[in-house]
């Protein structure tokens, strides 16, 4: 996360970080115990060779090896499920369930199809990329507004498709989503009640002026989710 | 302690042919011995009043003829002759070297910018000590390219060139005249000494190790005299060696630049023969289960990874024949079944390429009679399945056999159920007839559903 602030623990339970060969590779949302919603990119296919990666969740720290460590889970991933296609999402089955606590627990979806309006502003959350801004290795949290699909599309000029599957925050210098960061959720709020409406996907550049960053539009997507969950679990 | 080395060694068998001459300056010499014998007495000259090039041995009378020519001289005819093998010294019939070349005795008689060599008996155009009859052991014959004095780029000459005194020749290494691709199997090139120069020992030889890739049992394989090969599918060619110390090693043979046979037999869509240039992307078996990824070791642990076999295209968990097979194959993911053919992939032959199917919108009117999930996964029966399914009759009218149909409107087309339980559904490998118009939303039709109607649920 580029800007931003670091995290207290329990205002992220839901945030796993994605781990190949024993590093931090990307972000994904605990959707369900046992299952994680990220980006399809951050596997080199559809069939990956799971051996190298494994999934932490319940911590903030990358590199802390002190208390924080005795909360921390590490599952294994069973199973990708790749979305639908152009979709660039994938769900992550893992190996067993995530025990829920203070530290761990998963975040709602969305209503299928709905729409957060424009200007709201959301959060992103993510161990990646700090381009100097500080606090790297911790868990980061960076405030994002939405951007209508409209707009978006003439900030990046038609350079990349903004269609209805996907949905735009952020734009200001030097505040928002980075390198591995992808797979992370873009999180809107109502109340005390929050949702996951995107999952950030790799884009080109980080933290640009008038460059909001991409999201997959999560509400589009939640009827292949939970079809997902009907019949795979 | 070493036992003698076989003069075999020094020699290219060709069996079934003899030499005939039609120079009768040509010696000859014949006696009653075993091969080994013969060979030996050959290279070591040894009571012959001629420099030994190469030897007959007559099968049928057991009887060695010493020869004093080789295949390559003038007035010297070859036969064929199945009751006689023709073994020549190597140093005199290949155009090759190994190491610094001070054996080399062939003809070539250039140098490396194409200077003509001075004779060694000669004195002009320049003077020098290396005479014929002072370096008896050197065959410094003609004008042929030799290294009497070790120099370490390899034979040389003296040049006619009155301005050059000596030039190299540039014989090529024997690991470089012939390159190979992929893992080796179809090198046949003359190198004979391993990657730490070791020298092979010969294949129809079982000393001094024991071995069973006699060249008769295996004839396609090219196991001639002593050079590598790879006739079992090792990373490279390789060979047994003469250290008894030391069974065998790979050897270092060029890596030619590009495969000029790439692609001509690729298919991808369905599989000629045995499938060896299948190079499509089909990754479950025949029942359904995903195929193991080659570069994983989980669940079964198998040597066919990408490294071992370079030109065999082992990429992801695709089916392929790497082993030369019945059929493309690969290992399953199913912890119970190690490896399983690929007998879903179509014979080219047989049955051509399915032409390319489309739907309409959300695909809900397909009526097409595909039945294989995007990763090829074959679809299940729908009958057998609508206890899963929450679809309406009118719905249910419509789920033929397996095919795929999208009876719950799902936006992002067909799909089907299958037997496969790590695979319980899946959308189907079949795309839209025309990309999805609503590409960009307009100004006027944002969605007011709120995304928080969600109630917390145990």
Redesign the interface.
Same mark, same amino acid.
């Given at each position: 996360i580029v800007g931003g602030a670091p995290v207290k623990i329990k205002e992220a339970s839901w945030m796993v970080s994605i781990q190949k060969g024993n590093s931090h590779w990307c972000g994904g949302s605990l959707v369900r115990e046992d299952w994680v919603l990220t980006d399809k990119q951050c596997f080199s296919?559809?069939?990956?060779?799971? =051996?190298e990666y494994s999934v932490w969740m319940g911590f903030l720290h990358l590199n802390d090896t002190g208390r924080e460590e005795s909360e921390k889970q590490v599952l294994k991933i069973s199973?990708v499920v790749c979305g639908?296609?152009g979709?660039n999402l994938a769900l992550l089955k893992l190996s067993g369930a995530a025990l829920q606590t203070e530290n761990v627990r998963t975040i709602?979806?969305?209503?299928t199809?709905? =729409?957060?309006?424009e200007h709201t502003n959301c959060t992103m959350y993510g161990w990646g990329e700090t381009k100097g801004t500080g606090h790297d290795g911790i868990m980061k949290v960076v405030q994002l507004p939405i951007v209508?699909?409209?707009r978006c599309?003439a900030y990046h000029r038609g350079s990349l498709?903004?269609?209805?599957s996907r949905l735009c925050a952020g734009g200001k210098r030097d505040e928002g989503v980075c390198e591995k960061d992808y797979g992370g959720s873009l999180v809107?709020e109502?109340?005390d009640?929050k949702?996951v409406?995107g999952v950030s996907v790799h884009g080109r550049g980080c933290a640009r002026s008038n460059r909001p960053a991409i999201f997959v539009n999560v509400?589009y997507y939640a009827?292949?989710i939970h079809?997902v969950f009907k019949?795979?679990s | 302690k070493h036992p003698r080395r076989n003069s075999l060694h020094d020699y290219r068998k060709s069996d079934g042919i003899h030499l005939f001459k039609t120079d009768s300056s040509l010696l000859t010499k014949s006696k009653s011995l075993s091969e080994v014998k013969c060979a030996r007495r050959c290279s070591r000259n040894k009571g012959l009043s001629f420099i030994c090039r190469a030897f007959h041995f007559d099968q049928k009378t057991r009887k060695c003829h010493w020869l004093s020519f080789d295949s390559n001289t003038p007035g010297v005819k070859k036969e064929q002759d199945f009751s006689f093998d023709l073994y020549e010294k190597k140093d005199y019939t290949r155009e090759c070297i190994i190491g610094e070349g001070s054996s080399y005795k062939g003809i070539k008689s250039v140098t490396k910018t194409g200077l003509k060599c001075q004779a060694w008996a000669s004195s002009v155009p320049h003077d020098h000590n290396f005479l014929p009859s002072r370096f008896k052991r050197k065959d410094l014959k003609e004008n042929y390219c030799r290294n009497p004095n070790n120099e370490t780029s390899g034979p040389w000459c003296y040049t006619t060139d009155p301005d050059i005194r000596h030039q190299s020749c540039e014989i090529p290494q024997c690991s470089e005249v012939e390159c190979m691709t992929c893992n080796g199997e179809n090198y046949r090139g003359p190198m004979d000494h391993t990657e730490t120069g070791k020298e092979c020992q010969r294949w129809d030889l079982t000393r001094p190790h024991k071995h069973t890739f006699h060249p008769k049992r295996y004839p396609d394989k090219g196991l001639n005299d002593n050079y590598c090969r790879n006739p079992d599918n090792r990373l490279r060619p390789w060979c047994f060696t003469l250290d008894p110390q030391t069974p065998w090693e790979y050897c270092n043979i060029k890596v030619c630049d590009v495969n000029a046979k790439t692609d001509i037999d690729t298919t991808t869509k369905c599989f000629r023969g045995q499938g060896e240039q299948y190079r499509g992307t089909v990754?479950v078996t025949p029942d359904g289960v995903?195929?193991q990824?080659w570069?994983?070791? !989980?669940p079964h642990n198998h040597s066919y990874t990408p490294e071992n076999y370079k030109c065999q295209d082992l990429r992801?968990?695709y089916c392929r024949n790497p082993d030369g097979a019945e059929l493309p194959w690969c290992f399953t993911v199913d912890t119970k079944v190690r490896t399983a053919f690929c007998t879903n992939i179509p014979r080219c032959d047989t049955e051509p390429p399915a032409t390319e199917e489309c739907f309409e919108g959300n695909g809900e009117e397909y009526r097409g009679h595909l039945s294989k999930t995007?990763?090829g996964v074959p679809c299940a029966m729908w009958e057998d399945n609508l206890d899963?399914s929450s679809a309406t009759n009118s719905e249910i009218a419509s789920l033929e056999n397996n095919f795929c149909r999208n009876p719950?409107k799902?936006?992002?087309?067909p799909w089907c159920?299958t037997n496969n339980s790590?695979v319980?559904?899946d959308?189907c490998m079949i795309?839209p007839c025309k990309p999805?118009s609503?590409?960009?939303?307009?100004?006027s039709d944002?969605?007011?559903?709120?995304? !928080?109607?969600?109630k917390?649920i145990r």
């Open positions: 296919s559809c069939v990956p060779d799971l =051996a199973h639908p296609e979709s709602p979806l969305p209503v199809g709905c =729409a957060i309006p209508s699909n409209e599309n498709p903004i269609t209805e809107c109502e109340g009640f949702v409406v509400p009827e292949w079809k019949y795979y | 990754a995903q195929c990824r570069d994983s070791q !989980f992801e968990n995007r990763s899963r719950d799902d936006k992002h087309g159920y790590s319980p559904w959308y795309k999805s609503n590409v960009i939303p307009t100004k944002p969605s007011q559903i709120s995304c !928080f109607r969600h917390r």
